[in-house]
Structure formats: structure tokens, C-alpha cells
């Protein structure tokens, strides 16, 4: 494969990029800054993206800084003018053995030359485990998706020989390029690019940033993720917040917001997925090592964090207490000891033994641990949540759900559900579980769903938002976000759901839960169950109309300002705060 010459000054670069797509490996980090940058996204104290998986520059204040120190912004300047926004950012990790396919960016990835991307490598940098480019490609005017479709094959089918030969149809000079890159370098493409990336170390993870960036008045959509292969789409109804890094951002081409605070902010989770390669890093000094995944709110709860812990053998992660939130605990590997005591100073908790696919729900403030019993280290993986609370009479105590308790799934049916939970908790109008076992090519269509969904894989490979996860993995979905599921691998794949259904779907489910008879007294004479149902479901709905129409009237009065240019940024910003934090204005 080709390799590019390294440029040795900032002026070099543009030409070089017109000509070829991409810049040779930069640095841009200091080994510290890579370190102390993964470090602070493993300490669980990093903001969660915002609105979507490459909204983390709008979220945390330390990524931002990052994507804007100036040598970066000089280079952009060059390539893409004085008027720059950043759009995206995200932390990268590639598992050992694994490729992302060749693809070209569906949000930057029109024939315009209007977007940049800068990746950066954080951690186990190397040529094997970096990007592969072909090179001169973002001039063809077509992506890699609608080449391929044309001759019949789908994402992850070509090889690169196939890939190469389609690209010299367009340039004879087009060659695959895999540029020798380490730690705290960055590479510097066309948001057109062909493009692929490999982990083929045996072992080591890699770790790496993505900064993606755009002209000042050229508009970014978020990619349905449910149409990877071509004809690919944009959701047109749905902006991301971008942050003008240099020069004037556009307001009316974008959803401008200021950039994040010292400190960073906390921002809705949208939706996660990730596989969990084990064994975790372990730390024998201590009684267990957290690795925190995500936290934050999201559009149904105030607050949802979820961690994987490694507990030492003999030991406990602390004494039983009990605080605000709620939990469920799901052993991933080992086996545990699970202790819920009546008080912090009960002398004898009652204790459970788990194995590993066992969980636990523990309600708010009742006093509850686990011990590590066995001679290895126990993986477990923890959610916890508060909200409002609830006017509930009888919320759910604690309650334990031991797989092997079940009966066999049923290997005659493509998908099979067990259902093991079904209640309301102090801060959930319901808390439902099942258990889904999914045969080797089955898989169902994506939706969203009107409550926040955690799924915890536990046996097989599945696809789902685009991702391919092996067991152990964690996929969490907040309300209304599309989802699907298929199973890519060739055992049946075993996976536990959890449907978390917040405080505005009590309503509803309380007269769900309603003792079911033809009718139920009231003031006026007999009103039947179904019509109470459709009286709540009817004043939700003309809620959200009146919802939907204060929106359009903002977005009009904001069209009609004679002073929009001039006032845009702060407006956009103040609509923000609106639309994400305040939950003044709903989406229609």
C-alpha cells in the first residue's frame, strides 16, 4: 500500500489535501494529554453525548478544548475557509481482531466540498491498528455504499481488491492508503472520503477521537442508522447542535449552541452500545475496579448512570447501605453473593448466591451489597436511576431473577420471550424484564419505543443502531429512539431486556393495571375501562399538538425577525436551552 509524505509546515497542507483527501499523520497530543484523556473518559466524570453518539463536543468542555486548540483551527481554515463549525465528536474503541468496513460518512458525504474530519489516535496506535484510505476518492462523486450496492454487494462484502479497482475506474492514480500513525497523531480527511479501520493487534484495544467539522453555513443532519446501505438517509426533522469553532455560524442552516462550560454540562442520553471485552482491567489493591459506561438524564428520567465493576475474590465493594437511587445488578462472570440487609447495622442480611446471567432489582434506601465468595474475580454490571417520585402505594421491593430458574427456550420459534418483571417502583411507572433468545438470522425491524430500553447481552452476536456487539455488551435506547436487532452470528443469541417506564406513562399505566370489568363507577353512572384509556391517550395527544404548534410558531416568529442574522447564534442558543434542559418545547 501507498504511503503519503509528511508535510513539515501548515502551508503544505492545502494542496496536498485538494489532491489527496487526506493529510499524513500529524502531531496533535503530547503522550500525557492521550493518558490523561483516557483516564478522565474511564473515571465515569466525562459528560455524556448530546442528543446523539458524536454530540460529545457539545457536551464536555475538555473535548472541546481538544477540537479547537489553534493549531488545528489554522489548519482548518486552510481547507475549509474562516467560517468553521464542529458537528461531531466521539471516542473510538476497536476491539482486537475487529474492522470497521469500507464507508463513506453519511452526514458530510454530498459532492460539496463542505466537511473535514480529524482523527486522532489516543491509545495502542499503530499502522495495524489505524485507518485505511483510498486515496483521491472524495473527487469521484460517489460514495463507496452506492458503488458497492451497483455491483450487488452490501456493507462488509467488498475486499480490497474490489474496493481498489472500483476507485482506479474513477482515478487511475487512486491507490489504498494506510498511513503509519501512533499515539496523539491525527490524520486530517475529506468528510468525502473512502474510508475503512482495523484493530488486527492480537490483544490490545485501541482507543481513538473523532473531530468532525464543516463550513459555517453548510447544514448536518444526523444519518438514520437504520439505512446503512445504500439509498443511505438524512433525518431531516431532527438537528444536531453544532458550535462555531472560527469565523460565523450560520443559525439558519444549523441548530447553533454555545460551547460547553468549564466543568462540562450534563445532557440526555440518547443511546449507547457497546461490547465489553473481557477480562476487565483489575485493581487487587482495592476491594473492585469500576469501568463507568454512561450517565447523565435522559428525555424520561433525571438521572441514569450504568457501570461494569471487577470485585476481588473475598471481597465487597462496601458495607450494605442504601441511597436514592434505584439498581439493578447483573452478574456478567463468577459468581457472587448478594446480601440485602433490613438496616445498615442488621447483623445477619438475608444471602443469595448468582451465577453469572442472575440479577437483582434493589429499590431506593433499603441497605443491600455482594460479596465475591468464589477464587476469582466477579464482573458485574450495574444501572442506576432516580426520577420524580411516584404516588405508589406498593412499589416494588427487592427482587432477585435467577436465569438457570427458567424454562428452555423454545428453538422452534425465531425469537422466544420470557417475561420475569412487570412492576411499578418508586420512580418507574413500570419496570418490566424479559429474557429474548434470537436464532442465528433472525431479527425484527427497528422502532422506538415510549420508555428508555437496556438490554444486556449475554450469549452471541447481535447488530443493532449499526453496531456489532459480542457478548457481554450493553445497548441502552432512551424513549423514541429507533432500534432493531439481528442476530449476526451463529449461535442463538441470549440477551436480557429492561424497560424502564417513566413517571409521564403512570396515567396509563395505572388504569392498565386496573382490576378489568365492564366498567367502573363513577359520578355520572358507568364509564368503561377502554374509554378511560382512550380519555388519557386523547389528552396526551392534544397536549402534544398544542406542543407542536408553540414550536412552529417560535420557528416562525424567528424566520419574520428582521434581525435574525445579527441576533441568530443567541437566539439558537436560548431555543436550545429551551428544547434540552428547560423541556419548555417538544418536538412534534
Given at each position: 500500500m501507498a504511503e503519503l509524505a509528511v508535510f513539515s509546515e501548515a502551508n503544505d497542507l492545502p494542496g496536498?489535501?485538494?489532491?489527496?483527501?487526506?493529510?499524513?499523520?500529524?502531531?496533535?497530543?503530547?503522550?500525557?494529554?492521550?493518558?490523561?484523556?483516557?483516564?478522565?473518559?474511564?473515571?465515569?466524570?466525562m459528560a455524556t453525548p448530546v442528543v446523539w453518539g458524536k454530540g460529545l463536543a457539545v457536551a464536555e468542555r475538555f473535548i472541546f478544548d481538544i477540537a479547537t486548540r489553534p493549531m488545528l483551527i489554522n489548519l482548518l481554515n486552510d481547507i475549509l475557509g474562516e467560517d468553521i463549525i464542529l458537528w461531531g465528536a466521539c471516542l473510538i474503541g476497536r476491539r482486537p481482531g475487529t474492522a470497521k468496513p469500507w464507508h463513506c460518512d453519511i452526514e458530510s458525504a454530498s459532492p460539496q466540498s463542505n466537511f473535514a474530519s480529524v482523527w486522532v489516535g489516543l491509545e495502542n496506535t499503530e499502522r495495524a491498528s489505524g485507518m485505511t484510505f483510498i486515496r483521491r476518492s472524495h473527487r469521484f462523486g460517489r460514495t463507496i455504499q452506492?458503488?458497492?450496492?451497483?455491483?450487488?454487494?452490501?456493507?462488509?462484502?467488498?475486499?480490497?481488491?474490489?474496493?481498489?479497482?472500483?476507485?482506479?475506474?474513477?482515478?487511475?492514480?487512486?491507490?489504498?492508503?494506510?498511513?503509519?500513525?501512533?499515539?496523539?497523531?491525527?490524520?486530517?480527511?475529506?468528510?468525502?472520503?473512502?474510508?475503512?479501520?482495523?484493530?488486527?493487534?492480537?490483544?490490545?484495544?485501541?482507543?481513538?477521537?473523532?473531530?468532525?467539522?464543516?463550513r459555517g453555513d453548510a447544514s448536518v443532519y444526523m444519518p438514520d442508522l437504520t439505512r446503512l446501505e445504500w439509498p443511505t438517509r438524512l433525518i431531516v426533522d431532527q438537528r444536531p447542535p453544532v458550535i462555531g469553532v472560527s469565523g460565523y455560524a450560520d443559525p439558519e442552516a444549523n441548530l447553533v449552541v454555545p460551547a460547553p462550560m468549564p466543568g462540562g454540562t450534563t445532557m440526555p442520553i440518547t443511546t449507547f452500545a457497546q461490547s465489553l471485552s473481557l477480562p476487565l482491567e483489575r485493581d487487587p489493591e482495592a476491594s473492585h475496579k469500576p469501568h463507568y459506561l454512561f450517565r447523565g438524564p435522559t428525555v424520561t428520567l433525571q438521572h441514569m448512570s450504568c457501570h461494569v465493576s471487577v470485585l476481588e475474590p473475598g471481597r465487597s465493594p462496601h458495607a450494605p447501605m442504601g441511597h436514592i437511587n434505584e439498581e439493578l445488578l447483573i452478574v456478567l462472570d463468577g459468581e457472587a453473593e448478594i446480601e440485602i440487609a433490613s438496616s445498615p447495622d442488621n447483623p445477619d442480611p438475608e444471602k443469595t448466591h448468582f451465577l453469572a446471567g442472575d440479577f437483582v432489582y434493589h429499590p431506593a434506601i433499603l441497605p443491600h451489597t455482594l460479596r465475591n465468595v468464589?477464587?476469582?474475580?466477579?464482573?458485574?454490571?450495574?444501572?442506576?436511576?432516580?426520577?420524580?417520585?411516584?404516588?405508589?402505594?406498593?412499589?416494588?421491593?427487592?427482587?432477585?431473577?435467577?436465569?438457570?430458574?427458567?424454562?428452555?427456550?423454545?428453538?422452534?420459534?425465531?425469537?422466544?420471550?420470557?417475561?420475569?418483571?412487570?412492576?411499578?417502583?418508586?420512580?418507574?411507572?413500570?419496570?418490566?424484564?424479559?429474557?429474548?433468545?434470537?436464532?442465528p438470522g433472525a431479527s425484527y425491524p427497528p422502532h422506538g419505543d415510549d420508555y428508555d430500553v437496556a438490554i444486556v447481552l449475554l450469549?452471541?452476536?447481535?447488530?443493532?443502531?449499526?453496531?456489532?456487539?459480542?457478548?457481554?455488551?450493553?445497548?441502552?435506547?432512551?424513549?423514541?429512539?429507533?432500534?432493531?436487532?439481528?442476530?449476526?452470528?451463529?449461535?442463538?443469541?441470549?440477551y436480557v431486556v429492561f424497560e424502564l417506564h417513566g413517571p409521564e406513562l403512570a396515567t396509563r399505566h395505572a388504569l392498565r393495571h386496573q382490576p378489568r370489568s365492564l366498567g367502573v363507577d363513577t359520578a355520572d353512572g358507568k364509564v368503561s375501562v377502554l374509554q378511560l384509556q382512550q380519555d388519557a391517550?386523547?389528552?396526551?395527544?392534544?397536549?402534544?399538538?398544542?406542543?407542536?404548534?408553540?414550536?412552529?410558531?417560535?420557528?416562525?416568529?424567528?424566520?419574520?425577525?428582521?434581525?435574525?442574522?445579527?441576533?441568530?447564534?443567541?437566539?439558537?442558543?436560548?431555543?436550545f436551552v429551551r428544547t434540552h434542559l428547560l423541556g419548555l418545547e417538544r418536538s412534534s
Open positions: 496536498d489535501f485538494s489532491r489527496d483527501g487526506l493529510s499524513a499523520p500529524f502531531g496533535l497530543l503530547t503522550d500525557a494529554q492521550c493518558k490523561l484523556t483516557l483516564d478522565f473518559a474511564q473515571s465515569g466524570s452506492e458503488v458497492q450496492s451497483d455491483h450487488g454487494l452490501g456493507r462488509g462484502e467488498p475486499d480490497d481488491e474490489m474496493v481498489l479497482a472500483w476507485a482506479q475506474e474513477f482515478d487511475a492514480e487512486s491507490e489504498i492508503v494506510r498511513p503509519d500513525v501512533g499515539d496523539g497523531q491525527a490524520i486530517l480527511c475529506d468528510g468525502r472520503i473512502w474510508h475503512g479501520s482495523q484493530n488486527e493487534l492480537a490483544q490490545a484495544d485501541r482507543t481513538s477521537l473523532l473531530l468532525q467539522y464543516a468464589g477464587d476469582e474475580p466477579v464482573t458485574y454490571l450495574m444501572l442506576k436511576w432516580r426520577s420524580e417520585p411516584l404516588e405508589i402505594d406498593d412499589p416494588l421491593g427487592s427482587t432477585l431473577v435467577r436465569l438457570a430458574e427458567l424454562p428452555g427456550r423454545d428453538d422452534t420459534k425465531p425469537m422466544s420471550t420470557q417475561a420475569v418483571l412487570s412492576e411499578p417502583t418508586a420512580f418507574l411507572a413500570e419496570l418490566h424484564s424479559h429474557v429474548t433468545d434470537l436464532q450469549q452471541g452476536q447481535i447488530e443493532t443502531v449499526g453496531e456489532q456487539l459480542t457478548a457481554p455488551a450493553i445497548a441502552y435506547f432512551a424513549r423514541d429512539q429507533l432500534h432493531g436487532m439481528e442476530n449476526v452470528g451463529d449461535i442463538p443469541a441470549r391517550l386523547s389528552a396526551e395527544n392534544d397536549r402534544l399538538k398544542a406542543d407542536a404548534a408553540k414550536m412552529r410558531a417560535h420557528v416562525q416568529w424567528m424566520r419574520n425577525s428582521r434581525s435574525w442574522r445579527y441576533t441568530g447564534p443567541i437566539r439558537s442558543a436560548l431555543f
